[in-house]
C-alpha cells in the first residue's frame, strides 16, 4: 500500500509539471508584460550554432523563466513571505520605511565608458549652445533616485553607488563654466521628509518637481510661477518599482498642481515621423490604464511642441527624459514656447527641429542622473 502511494504521489508530481510546461509553451505567445512594463524574452531558436554556443539554452530559461505560468503570482507570494521574515531586499528593490519602494543601484550597474561618452557628447553641445545664447540661458538640470535622495528611508546597511557623484565630477570638468550644472540633490534632500517621490514609483511627484523647477529657475535668474489648486487626480496609481516586485503596502497619489498659463496649451506631437495635434497637456485616458504616470503629456515621444499660454514670445529647448514630463505645467509660466526632445524617440536629427526653430532663448537639459548614465542614445546631440 505505502509502495502504491509513493508511486501515485511521484505520478501526481510528473502530471502537473508536464501540465505546467504545456500552459508555459502555450502561454509564451505573449510577448510584452503590461504588469512589468517590458518585453518578454521570445522562444529561442534552435541551429546547430544555438546549441554548441549555449545560446539556446540560455534562451530557453529566459523564456521558461518570463513566461512560467501563474509567474506573477508568484513573485507577489515571494515578496510577500520576504516581507514576513523581514528581508528588505527583493529583485533589486528595497521595502524601506513609510511603505517607499526604492531601486537598488551598485557601482557595477553602470560602464564607465558610457559614462564619459555621454559626458562627451552632452557637453560638446551644450558648450556650443552656451557660444551661441549664454551660460544663463543654458542649464543641465540632473535628479537624484530615490535611493540617493531618500537615504534615510533605506534599511541599514543598503548599499549604494557612488558613479553619480563620478560623472557630475567629469561634467563639471569639462563645461565652460560650472554655474551650468544644477545638482538638484540638495533641494530635494531638504525635503526628503515631504512627498517628493512616488512610493511605488521611480519619478519624482509633481510636489518634486515643483521644487526642482524653484531650483532651475531661480539659477537662470526668471520668475517662479504661482500654483492656484491642486487636484488628486489618483489615488490608486502602482509605478514601475512595483511592477518588479508585485508588491507595496500602499498605493500612490497623483496630484494636479494648477498653473493658469497650463491651460489651453497646443501641442503638436511628433509619433514615428506623423504630426498629432492636442489641446492638452494632460491625458486623462491614462488614469485608466495601469501607467498612470502617462497621465502628463501622455507618456514619452520624440518631439513635442507646446505653445502655451505665456504671452512672453520666448522659447525653450527642453532635452529630457520621463522626469522631465510632470514639470511642464510650471515651465509653461516662463516660455511662450517649449520644444520637447527626448532622445530615445528621437527620428531625424535633433539640429533638424532646431533649425525649424525662429528662436532659441534658453536650453536646459532635465535627465534622471542614473538614467543619463545608462542612456544609449546621446550621440544623437552631435
Known amino acids: 500500500m505505502e509502495k502504491k502511494v509513493k508511486v501515485l504521489t511521484i505520478i ?21 508584460s503590461e504588469f512589468e512594463k517590458r518585453k518578454l524574452a521570445a522562444f529561442p531558436k534552435v541551429t546547430k550554432d544555438t546549441v554548441l554556443k549555449g ?37 533589486g528593490v528595497y521595502m524601506c520605511n513609510d511603505g517607499y519602494l526604492i531601486e537598488k543601484y551598485e557601482d557595477k550597474d553602470f560602464d ?3 559614462i564619459k561618452e555621454n559626458v562627451r557628447c552632452l557637453t560638446r553641445f551644450i558648450n556650443s549652445a552656451v557660444n551661441s545664447i549664454g551660460s544663463n540661458n543654458v542649464k543641465i538640470a540632473l535628479i537624484p533616485s530615490k535611493v540617493n535622495a531618500l537615504q534615510s528611508k533605506l534599511p541599514l546597511y543598503a548599499s549604494t553607488s557612488k558613479m553619480n557623484e563620478y560623472m557630475k565630477d567629469m561634467l563639471k570638468s569639462k563645461l565652460k563654466t560650472q554655474e551650468i550644472l ?31 523647477y524653484h531650483t532651475l529657475m531661480k539659477s537662470m535668474d526668471l520668475d517662479m510661477c504661482t500654483v492656484s489648486s491642486k487636484t488628486n487626480v ?77 504671452t512672453n514670445g520666448k522659447s525653450l529647448v527642453l532635452i529630457k527624459d520621463s522626469f522631465a514630463n510632470c514639470m511642464i505645467p510650471y515651465l509653461t509660466y516662463n516660455f511662450e514656447n517649449i ?16 533649425n525649424e526653430m525662429e528662436q532659441i532663448d534658453s536650453v536646459v537639459v532635465l535627465f534622471n542622473e542614473e538614467k543619463f548614465m545608462q542612456d544609449s542614445h546621446l550621440w544623437l546631440l552631435e
Not at 502628463?296 to 505653445?307: P, Q, R, S, T
Open 12 to 32: 501526481i508530481f510528473l502530471v502537473i509539471l508536464f501540465a505546467a510546461g504545456i500552459f508555459t509553451i502555450l502561454g509564451g505567445r505573449k510577448t510584452y
Open 55 to 91: 545560446e539556446f539554452q540560455k534562451g530557453l530559461d529566459d523564456f521558461l523563466n518570463d513566461h512560467v505560468v501563474f509567474r506573477d503570482q508568484c513573485v507577489t507570494v515571494s515578496s510577500l513571505a520576504n516581507k514576513m521574515i523581514g528581508k528588505k531586499e527583493q529583485n
Open 112 to 114: 564607465k565608458k558610457e
Open 182 to 212: 544644477i545638482d538638484l540633490g540638495d533641494t530635494l534632500k531638504e525635503h526628503s521628509d515631504e512627498y517628493i517621490y512616488y512610493k511605488t514609483d521611480h519619478h519624482w511627484t509633481g510636489l518634486g518637481a515643483l521644487y526642482g
Open 234 to 310: 489618483s489615488t490608486n496609481f502602482r509605478g514601475t518599482t512595483f511592477n518588479k516586485i508585485h508588491y507595496a503596502p500602499q498605493k500612490d497619489i497623483i496630484t494636479k498642481y494648477d498653473v493658469d498659463t497650463a491651460k489651453n496649451c497646443e501641442l503638436e506631437y511628433d509619433i514615428s515621423g506623423d504630426k498629432e495635434l492636442r489641446d492638452n497637456i494632460y491625458d486623462e485616458s491614462a488614469l485608466d490604464t495601469e501607467d498612470k504616470y502617462n497621465y502628463f503629456l501622455g507618456g514619452n515621444y520624440g518631439v513635442i511642441k507646446i505653445h502655451t499660454g505665456c
Open 339 to 354: 520644444v520637447m526632445v527626448d532622445l530615445r524617440y528621437l527620428n531625424s536629427s535633433i539640429f533638424d527641429t532646431l
